[in-house]
């Protein structure tokens, strides 16, 4: 048997599944970890901490796995996309890396945006702001104020690109990953030769660019030995995570969207050729589809918010599920299932770590609204729930605005495990949702782009056909439209009321 293996290199966690090239699950690990804050506004982590994450869920892998690893015949990583890691010629990183989170480049984005202004960065990047976020306003950064490391850069790395040169020894990336580094022509697929120039970096300090699903080589005798892999599994390019979730979901034509909800919720609508919203909040991003674009609305902190009230909140818990998060999220959904649609008034704005779409305010702060004496912890849980389920809303009525129908809500990540988080948004939204067999729909999409590279597919379609599988329908109770219908209002207008104050 041939056995693909899809990496999801997410925020807070790393995940890995094995899959046969029928789409069933063979073996699947979780490995967490926690981010770093060494001052306000930055986000780091050591890069050899992504690596032993890496290394950590192939271990749990083949704790689980009893085959051969020679027929393991190929991976691909779906990633988060921003994550700056700067390496020396040798590949050994200079500093910690700056994750995506980080918004310490809030004046050097202000300088990009001066400088080319937003309608040019639109046009070439897709990209409708400028914002601390982006590696370029990152890069940036490190030249102004950390010059001597600066100088000292060898290569600037997204997360993917550096796992795959722990494995290739090889610099290589793919356009819908890059999509967001403010350095990439979405239009043409190469680097953005005026804006390198402008933050001071040549082509030769970036990654080679190749298109998603392509080979790029066995494993090298070192990765082998570390990662107890076969030297003969071959690493395929792969895919931003949204990109790759919304392959995991089937969404490889142009019928309907996917929602991903992760540490972030991203909106995925697929389109033939690049679309830019008149209204500018939109981004367009390069895809790993052959010859498509998809539009992204998506917000900071999502599936974030939830973990971070899981461990924050209850800890007396979570020391007696310690090894079953899963476990300790049923809990959180029994106990928010208990509470009325509308959490009796308890509104959060989510904006733990600044807003994106549509609001596009990095300076966007968490906000519980509307507690009483009779306000429990169920009642935030569910709250936080339903904010994710508003900010669905709002991004699929900016979508719809621009003309794309949309009847059908694909969901996936790690929030479509929830029946009733998938039911609040159904009911939210006052569309159908619809889940998918396999969750973890990013590590498929990733598994669904190694087989494709190596022909076990003819396409993405074919591929989508035999590897996914529906698993639920969940159909909007008309009865809860009013209440969440004033609920909604009372969220766009609590943002609208602090947005001064952030």
């Known amino acids: 048997m041939d056995y693909l293996l899809g990496i999801d290199a997410g925020t807070t966690a790393f995940k890995a599944v094995l899959f046969d090239i029928y789409g069933e699950e063979i073996a699947v690990a979780t490995y967490e970890y926690n981010l770093e804050y060494p001052f306000h506004e930055g986000v780091e982590l050591d890069p050899e901490k992504y690596w032993e994450a890496f290394k950590s869920v192939i271990r749990i892998i083949f704790s689980k796995y009893k085959g051969n690893t020679k027929e393991i015949k190929a991976l691909a990583i779906a990633s988060q996309a921003e994550t700056l890691i700067s390496v020396d010629p040798r590949g050994k990183p200079l500093r910690k890396a700056i994750v995506w989170l980080d918004n310490r480049a809030g004046s050097e984005a202000e300088q990009i945006k001066s400088a080319f202004g937003r309608d040019i960065v639109f046009k070439i990047s897709g990209q409708p702001d400028i914002v601390p976020t982006w590696p370029a306003a990152k890069i940036l950064w490190m030249r102004k104020n950390e010059p001597e490391l600066f100088n000292k850069v060898s290569r600037f790395l997204l997360l993917e690109d550096y796992l795959v040169f722990r494995l290739t020894n090889k610099y290589v990336s793919e356009g819908s990953l890059l999509s967001s580094t403010l350095m990439f022509d979405i239009n043409t697929g190469q680097w953005w030769q005026d804006m390198l120039k402008f933050i001071g970096i040549s082509a030769g300090q970036l990654p080679e660019i190749t298109k998603s699903g392509q080979i790029i080589s066995e494993i090298t005798d070192k990765a082998a030995n570390e990662t107890g892999m076969c030297k003969t599994t071959i690493v395929v390019s792969g895919a931003f995570d949204h990109a790759a979730s919304a392959i995991g979901s089937g969404?490889?034509?142009?019928?309907?969207?996917?929602?991903?909800?992760?540490?972030?919720?991203?909106?995925?609508?697929?389109?033939?050729?690049?679309?830019?919203?008149?209204?500018?909040?939109?981004?367009?991003?390069?895809?790993?589809?052959?010859?498509?674009?998809?539009?992204?609305?998506?917000?900071?902190?999502?599936?974030?918010?939830?973990?971070?009230?899981?461990?924050?909140?209850?800890?007396?818990?979570?020391?007696?599920?310690?090894?079953?998060?899963?476990?300790?999220?049923?809990?959180?959904?029994?106990?928010?299932?208990?509470?009325?649609?509308?959490?009796?008034?308890?509104?959060?704005?989510?904006?733990?770590?600044?807003?994106?779409?549509?609001?596009?305010?990095?300076?966007?702060?968490?906000?519980?609204?509307?507690?009483?004496?009779?306000?429990?912890?169920?009642?935030?849980?569910?709250?936080?729930?339903?904010?994710?389920?508003?900010?669905?809303?709002?991004?699929?009525?900016?979508?719809?605005?621009?003309?794309?129908?949309?009847?059908?809500?694909?969901?996936?990540?790690?929030?479509?495990?929830?029946?009733?988080?998938?039911?609040i948004k159904a009911d939210v939204c006052q569309k159908p949702v619809v889940t998918v067999k396999v969750t973890e729909t990013a590590s498929l999409g990733a598994a669904m782009l190694a087989g494709y590279a190596l022909n076990f597919f003819s396409n993405l379609d074919e591929a989508s056909e035999k590897m996914i599988r529906l698993n639920k329908r969940y159909i909007p109770e008309k009865l809860n439209d009013a209440v969440y219908s004033k609920a909604y209002d009372r969220y766009i207008n609590l943002y609208n009321l602090l947005e001064p104050m952030f």
């Open 251 to 423: 969404n490889t034509g142009f019928k309907f969207m996917t929602e991903s909800t992760g540490s972030t919720l991203a909106i995925c609508a697929n389109v033939p050729e690049p679309v830019y919203d008149p209204m500018r909040i939109i981004p367009c991003h390069y895809h790993a589809i052959p010859d498509a674009y998809f539009l992204l609305p998506w917000c900071q902190t999502a599936g974030m918010v939830y973990k971070w009230f899981r461990d924050e909140f209850y800890n007396e818990i979570k020391s007696g599920v310690k090894s079953n998060p899963e476990a300790l999220y049923k809990l959180m959904d029994d106990s928010a299932a208990a509470i009325s649609p509308g959490s009796d008034g308890l509104l959060l704005l989510p904006h733990l770590a600044g807003a994106f779409t549509p609001e596009s305010n990095p300076n966007a702060r968490g906000v519980f609204f509307g507690i009483s004496l009779q306000t429990g912890k169920a009642h935030f849980t569910r709250a936080i729930l339903e904010a994710i389920a508003f900010m669905l809303r709002r991004n699929i009525s900016l979508l719809e605005g621009m003309g794309h129908e949309v009847n059908e809500i694909r969901s996936n990540g790690g929030g479509s495990k929830s029946d009733l988080w998938n039911q």
